[in-house]
């Protein structure tokens, strides 16, 4: 197993996630327990010592099935990640009952890293917000010694990134963010990473393999990669890109199974990173892939100039491409929460009047009206 150095502290480059653990009967919200003992024992005797895990993962059973399977082990040996549950505003003014109850799910007395769930647009206000009082509750359990490491995962875009680290940078000992080869530009990985790293902030990685799709690639897209690394999968593809970044301290990766857990230990056993043509190749595959689906927004708001409703269009694609390309998801319809009614895509009137300005030749009336079939189904 590769680790990464972190203030002392030795971490597996590789993290079991908790999110996709496997189940019974397809039921998300019924971790098998005897598979997820089988899996971490398999991940704890070969070298893995992070585990992540979240109040909303499988219903709120995710903490309870890896902390009685890492009941088995020394509570010194391993290092067990939870979250503040934000990405939902119910919970903003309840951080002591949920984080109470976090340790009793998971059965530990302190968390050795623990994090703002998902700072986005939809949320960035709560967190920032004092009257809620949880950055000054999670402060002081990191005095208490309940909290070891306190950090933050995000999903949102740059602008809300910087709102957060603003106020609370010094405070971030780590950031977990997407990051994927086809994320490196299609969501701004590479700006998102040079930007913690101007501030210092060490980089954790949530959906290396984006959701299992980087891990099927299509044969057109595997015969370009296999005649640079025949023996490498598509998923081994995707971790050996992270090993590249130095910037990178902790992957995660939500493994359903234990065949799963199997390979990408292996590829962890080593680091081999891509060299300069590897890169360029996976480069020119995410761009034929998000080419494949995007709509082509240069964001000249040229548009928005002649919206009788004055919508943010560019904005308003940027989460439609998004949407679109990912198949649905939640991050897309996190945004639009976080936006007045009024300029959400189904407001748009169809008028065209911005199509006349386009110097793409977007049918944007047409773009909004799929956005709206989309988020409907």
Request: with cysteine; charged share 25%.
């Amino acid at each position: 197993m590769i680790y990464s150095d972190f203030q002392g502290m030795k971490l597996s480059a590789l993290g079991m996630g908790c999110m996709r653990l496997p189940v019974i009967d397809g039921d998300d919200s019924r971790p098998d327990q005897k598979r997820v003992d089988e899996m971490t024992d398999y991940a704890f005797s070969h070298g893995v010592n992070y585990f992540d895990t979240a109040w909303g993962y499988h219903a709120g059973n995710s903490e309870i099935a890896i902390g009685r399977a890492l009941k088995n082990y020394p509570r010194e040996k391993f290092y067990l990640a939870n979250k503040f549950p934000g990405y939902d505003l119910a919970n903003m003014d309840k951080v002591k009952e949920i984080f109470e109850e976090q340790l009793k799910k998971c059965g530990v007395e302190y968390f050795d890293f623990y994090l703002f769930h998902n700072v986005c647009e939809l949320n960035i206000d709560g967190y920032l917000d004092p009257k809620f009082g949880i950055f000054d509750y999670l402060i002081e359990q990191k005095k208490n010694g309940r909290i070891r490491h306190l950090g933050f995962s995000g999903h949102g875009g740059m602008q809300t990134l910087r709102r957060f680290l603003d106020k609370y940078a010094e405070f971030m000992e780590f950031g977990q963010l997407q990051v994927n080869w086809l994320d490196w530009t299609f969501q701004g990985a590479e700006q998102k990473i040079k930007y913690f790293t101007e501030l210092g902030i060490p980089v954790w990685v949530m959906e290396p393999v984006r959701g299992g799709k980087l891990a099927n690639l299509a044969d057109d897209k595997m015969k370009t990669l296999k005649e640079l690394r025949p023996e490498a999968t598509a998923a081994e593809w995707a971790f050996r890109f992270l090993q590249s970044l130095p910037e990178v301290k902790v992957t995660l990766s939500g493994m359903s199974s234990l065949e799963q857990l199997k390979e990408n230990i292996a590829v962890y056993e080593s680091a081999k990173p891509l060299n300069d043509a590897e890169f360029a190749a996976l480069a020119e595959i995410a761009k034929s892939m998000i080419n494949e689906y995007v709509v082509p927004c240069t964001a000249c708001r040229y548009c928005v100039t002649h919206c009788p409703q004055e919508l943010g269009i560019p904005d308003l694609i940027e989460l439609y491409n998004e949407h679109r390309f990912t198949g649905g998801g939640f991050i897309a319809p996190m945004a639009l929460d976080a936006i007045p009614e009024g300029k959400r895509p189904a407001a748009c009137l169809a008028c065209k009047s911005c199509e006349a300005v386009c110097p793409q030749q977007i049918k944007i009336s047409e773009v909004f009206k799929d956005f709206n079939r989309m988020l409907q189904v």
